[in-house]
């Protein structure tokens, strides 16, 4: 336990970061048109922060009155509203309103940009990774005989948060870092369930 109490201080990390930085760090936006009549979801999101952080799943859903708006990945939990439906919580979501009118701009102009291809991609901000910053915080578990032994979010430039990360120990009680996964319905060929991470890195550098 100490050694996995080590591992999980060494990734707490404070700094002072300029909230202006989060428009200059380059962000690449992937959307494929999904087209289907009666639909609300009208595309699917990928964005990679960087060329480091990438995120999948983002749906870009359509109103009845044509507006056009981005949901973000998330997950149901164990609460119901007034009206008995379930709640769900976002995974990931921008934390400041400037940088969420950003992205849904730069998502919404590539979307129309598509025209009739099927995917389109685009890039704003400024292209250096180096603009990146992490913050990561981190909230250590103890539960005997359990694998899991902290939960973590990371904010990026102050303007993106990502939530659901789970610090796991194996066998041999080595920590590791579970990104937020979904099932995706399919199995192996033992028949055990497949995931796949919404958030990962795409340098190894980032891991």
Not at 46 to 64: E, Y
Not at 183 to 205: A, F, M, P
């Amino acid at each position: 336990m100490n050694e996995v109490m080590s591992y999980l201080r060494s990734q707490i990390v404070t700094s002072n970061i300029n909230q202006d930085k989060e428009r200059k760090m380059q962000i690449d936006i992937d959307v494929r048109k999904i087209e289907k009549e009666g639909s609300s979801l009208v595309g699917f999101v990928n964005v990679t922060f960087a060329q480091k952080l990438r995120v999948d799943g983002i749906k870009l859903m359509k109103l009845k009155d044509g507006q056009l708006f981005l949901s973000m990945p998330s997950y149901k939990t164990n609460q119901k509203d007034e009206n008995g439906k379930d709640i769900y919580k976002d995974i990931c979501f921008p934390r400041v309103r400037e940088f969420k009118d950003d992205l849904t701009e730069a998502v919404l102009e590539c979307y129309l940009g598509i025209g009739g291809e099927k995917s389109g991609q685009m890039t704003f901000g400024e292209p250096s990774g180096d603009l990146m910053q992490v913050n990561v915080s981190v909230t250590p578990i103890r539960k005997d005989n359990s694998k899991i032994v902290g939960l973590a979010s990371i904010t990026l430039n102050n303007a993106f948060r990502i939530n659901n990360i789970v610090i796991r120990q194996d066998a041999k009680g080595k920590p590791f870092v579970s990104m937020p996964s979904y099932r995706t319905g399919k199995q192996d060929e033992n028949g055990k369930d497949l995931y796949k991470d919404i958030c990962y890195s795409v340098k190894k550098d980032f891991t």
